[in-house]
């Protein structure tokens, strides 16, 4: 199953997609209990399978099953195009996609592709650190600041160097703590593609004072097109004692020259690894997002420092395309912000 935050107007709507067509699922659930001669009020659907696509994460149990009934009916031509005047259905090409979650719960990153940490620290006249293998890292990123498709807007001095970074992403499905690898994939609600946006001047300087990345990253981060289920991409995994391995191809361009490629299969530390790290004696919580870290080849700082491209930096008007298999196509678009 395909989840999908979009617009019409100026409000964001939850959707799933069926073929080339978002249905609305606020709508659609309300169809859904009338049929079943539950009330479809607003207040009733929205205590049964939540607000946006957060709710349906955190309503998973109920919603998802519903959703697939749904869907069902859709592809049967049962699902009527209108219910109480509401528009239960959109052709995809004629909405807006945002970001699948566009106010997580939190958003933390990970540095889980060896080949990206080696090339970055070669880069910088630096050894391979040998505490990398010790556990996998994360750093918190600012969730407040999550975008999706579409415009990204970048102001001053965050222009100096402007990167982006191949990433994916997963999405926390239930509340967890103390997690064991053996076990921390049935944490995962879903994946989705994600752009760590990067202000290569400002990370360089504050990184000096060894706190990690702040002003340098928490102007953006693209999540999208839409959060896949993790049984949709059950097909593409290999069972292991450390987690679910994901074989899913990883292509990054710019202005339509493919400069990054790599494969999540190649994660250092998988997902269930870096969810037995984040769980640890904390929290987490549906909705939590928590990117794989940069492939490698998947960012221009590393792309530059190995002489595959030549001091190339991201500018005003260009387009970035990030794209893994079996999740889709995040495109976006640089904008001076004035």
């Given amino acids: 199953m395909k989840l999908v935050t979009f617009r019409t107007d100026a409000n964001d709507r939850a959707g799933v997609l069926a073929g080339g067509a978002v249905i609305d699922l606020e709508n659609a659930f309300a169809w859904y209990e009338h049929t079943a001669g539950r009330p479809s009020n607003g207040a009733h659907v929205?205590?049964?399978?939540?607000?946006g696509i957060l709710g349906f994460v955190e309503q998973a149990d109920r919603?998802?099953?519903a959703a697939d009934a749904i869907v069902r009916a859709y592809g049967a031509g049962l699902l009527p195009r209108q219910f109480d005047g509401r528009i239960l259905s959109h052709a995809l090409s004629e909405v807006s996609l945002r970001a699948p979650l566009p106010n997580p719960p939190s958003l933390r990153d990970g540095y889980a592709f060896r080949q990206h940490v080696e090339a970055a620290r070669r880069n910088r006249g630096l050894t391979m650190i040998p505490e990398y293998?010790?556990?996998p890292v994360f750093y918190f990123a600012n969730h407040h600041a999550v975008v999706g498709p579409g415009e990204v807007r970048v102001y001053g001095e965050q222009l100096r160097q402007l990167d982006y970074e191949l990433e994916a992403a997963i999405v926390v499905g239930k509340e967890a703590k103390n997690l064991t690898a053996a076990a921390a994939d049935e944490a995962i609600f879903g994946m989705t593609i994600m752009n760590d946006w990067s202000a290569r001047t400002l990370q360089m300087h504050e990184m000096k004072l060894s706190l990690g990345p702040a002003k340098g990253k928490d102007f953006a981060t693209s999540l999208g097109p839409w959060l896949v289920t993790l049984d949709e991409l059950l097909p593409r995994t290999k069972r292991t004692e450390r987690g679910l391995v994901f074989d899913l191809a990883m292509r990054g361009a710019v202005n339509g020259a493919t400069l990054s490629r790599g494969n999540l299969k190649d994660m250092h530390f998988t997902f269930a690894q870096i969810l037995e790290r984040a769980s640890y004696g904390a929290a987490l919580f549906p909705g939590d997002v928590i990117g794989s870290g940069t492939c490698?080849?998947?960012c221009l700082l590393e792309l530059n420092g190995s002489n595959i491209t030549s001091d190339l930096w991201l500018e005003p008007g260009d387009i970035v395309?990030?794209?893994i298999d079996g999740l889709g196509r995040l495109e976006n678009r640089v904008v001076e912000d004035e």
């Avoid at 929205?46 to 607000?51: A, E, H, I, K, S």
């Fill in 133 to 135: 293998d010790d556990a």
């Fill in 46 to 51: 929205t205590d049964c399978y939540g607000r």
């Fill in 321 to 323: 395309v990030l794209e």
């Fill in 296 to 298: 490698g080849t998947g």
């Fill in 63 to 65: 919603a998802r099953p």
